[in-house]
C-alpha cells in the first residue's frame, strides 16, 4: 500500500461522567483521530490516546500533532508498505513520542486488514470471537457513591472491577468494597501515587485478595518494584513503566511485575504491542488491555488486540456508553454481561460515523 492523504481532527467530546485519578478530574475527552487513505481509496483510523496535558506520560495532543506533522507524516505519505510491521522500521529513527507513532500505525493496520479481507482481531492473529471485559472506574466523592457505582457495573455483568487508589483513599476504601463485594474481581491502580517507603501500608491490601496492584510507584521505575513485590502478595501490574518490549523483558527478568497492562498507544502500535504480549505469553506473565478512555475507533482497535491468545484477564475495554452519550462508530461498542462480541467484518469491524466525527472536530488539517 502507499498513503496518498492523511487528515488529523482534533476532536473534543464529553465524557458522560468526570474521570478523577490520582492526579485530577477532567471532564472532556480532547483527542486527535487519524484519518488515512492509500493509493486505492481504502480508508483507516487510528487514535492518538494522548492526554490534554501532559499528566499520564509526557506526550499531549499538541506534541502527537507537531510529531506527525513534521515527522511521522512525511515518512509515511507516497512510501510503500508492504505490512504495517514495517512501520515501527520506518518510526525507528525516531526517538519515543509512541503515543504519536501509534496513531498512525493503527491506521495503516486498518487498511492492510481490509485490503487483506480480514479483521484487525484476525491480522493480528486473535482467535477470540468475543473477549471478557471490565471496567474502570475514577476517584469517586464519597465511600457509599463508590459502593453504588461497583454495585451497579458488577449488576451489569463486567468481570472485573478496576477502583483508583492514592494516600488516604486506599485501605479503608478497599476493605469496604471487599465487605460489600466478596467474590467481585477486584484490583486498584495507583497511578504511581506511592512511595517504596510505603510498602507497609500497601501490604495491608494483601488482606483483600485483589487481582492485582497496577502501578503503585514511579512511572518510569522498574527497580523498586521488584523491591516491593517481594514484600507483597498481591501481584504488581505495571501500566506506565512498562513503554517496550525490552521494558517488558526487564520488568519480567527483575520481578518487578507479574502482570503487565498493554496499552497500544503507550507501547507504540499494535506490532510492538503484539511482541510484548508473545514475549509474556512465553514466560507465564498474563496480560491484559488497558484503557485510556478511548472514542470508539481506539476501543475497535483494543477489542481487535484483546483477542489475542494470552490476554486472559478482563481489560479496560468497557462499552461505548459508558464513556460516551454519542460514539462515533457504528455501531457502538457493546458490553453485554461482561463480553464484548468481536467483529468479524473487515479492518476494525465497525463504520465511522463522519457526521459524529465532524459535530466534535474543533480543528483538522489534511496531509498529501
Ligand atoms: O479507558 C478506561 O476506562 C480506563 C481508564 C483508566 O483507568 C486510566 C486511563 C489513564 C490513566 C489512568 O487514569 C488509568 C490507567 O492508568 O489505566
Ligand atoms: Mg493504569
Known amino acids: 500500500m502507499k498513503i496518498t492523504d492523511i487528515t488529523i481532527r482534533h476532536l473534543q467530546m464529553k465524557l458522560k461522567a468526570p474521570f478523577t485519578t490520582s492526579f485530577g478530574t477532567f471532564t472532556n475527552k480532547d483527542f486527535l483521530l487519524l484519518e488515512a487513505k492509500d493509493q486505492d481509496g481504502t480508508i483507516g483510523w487510528g487514535e492518538s490516546v494522548a492526554f490534554h496535558s501532559p499528566w499520564y506520560n509526557e506526550e499531549t495532543l499538541q506534541t502527537n500533532w507537531h510529531m506527525l506533522e513534521d515527522f511521522l507524516i512525511p515518512l509515511i505519505l507516497n512510501k510503500e508498505i508492504n505490512h504495517p510491521d514495517e512501520v515501527s522500521e520506518i518510526f525507528a529513527p525516531i526517538r519515543k513520542n509512541n503515543m504519536a507513532k501509534s496513531t498512525i500505525e493503527g491506521a495503516i493496520w486498518d ?23 471490565g471496567i474502570s472506574i475514577g476517584i469517586q466523592k464519597s465511600i457509599e457513591d463508590l459502593v453504588a457505582l461497583v454495585d451497579e457495573y458488577v449488576k451489569e455483568g463486567y468481570k472485573r472491577i478496576k477502583v483508583k487508589i492514592k494516600p ?32 507497609e501500608l500497601l501490604k ?14 514511579a512511572s518510569d521505575d522498574i527497580i523498586d518494584h521488584s523491591q516491593l513485590q517481594k514484600m507483597l502478595n498481591t501481584p504488581i501490574c505495571l501500566d506506565e513503566s512498562i513503554h517496550s518490549l525490552e521494558d517488558a523483558r526487564k520488568a519480567v527478568e527483575l520481578g518487578s511485575t507479574k502482570i503487565i497492562n498493554i496499552k497500544i498507544g503507550r507501547v507504540g502500535g499494535l506490532t510492538e504491542a503484539k511482541k510484548i504480549h508473545d514475549y509474556c505469553e512465553a514466560n507465564g506473565i498474563p496480560v491484559w488491555c488497558g484503557g485510556m478512555l478511548e472514542s470508539g475507533i481506539g476501543r475497535a482497535h483494543n477489542v481487535a488486540l484483546t483477542t489475542l491468545s494470552n490476554f486472559i484477564l478482563p481489560g479496560d475495554t468497557a462499552g461505548s456508553n459508558r464513556y460516551w452519550e454519542k460514539d462515533i462508530i457504528l455501531p457502538e461498542v457493546v458490553a453485554a454481561n461482561g463480553y464484548i462480541e468481536v467483529p468479524q467484518t473487515a479492518g476494525i469491524g465497525y463504520a465511522i460515523d463522519r457526521e459524529a466525527v465532524e459535530s466534535f472536530t474543533v480543528a483538522k488539517k489534511n496531509y498529501k
Do not use: C
Open 111 to 133: 487498511i492492510y486488514a481490509q485490503q487483506t479481507n480480514q479483521s484487525l482481531a484476525s491480522a493480528l492473529g486473535g482467535k477470540k470471537d468475543k473477549i471478557e471485559v
Open 168 to 199: 488516604g483513599w486506599d485501605v479503608d476504601v478497599m476493605r469496604t468494597l471487599r465487605e460489600n463485594f466478596p467474590n467481585v474481581a477486584m484490583m486498584a491502580d495507583a497511578n504511581s501515587a506511592y512511595r517504596l517507603e510505603d510498602a
Open 204 to 217: 495491608q491490601l494483601d488482606e483483600f485478595d485483589l487481582t492485582m496492584i497496577e502501578q503503585p510507584l
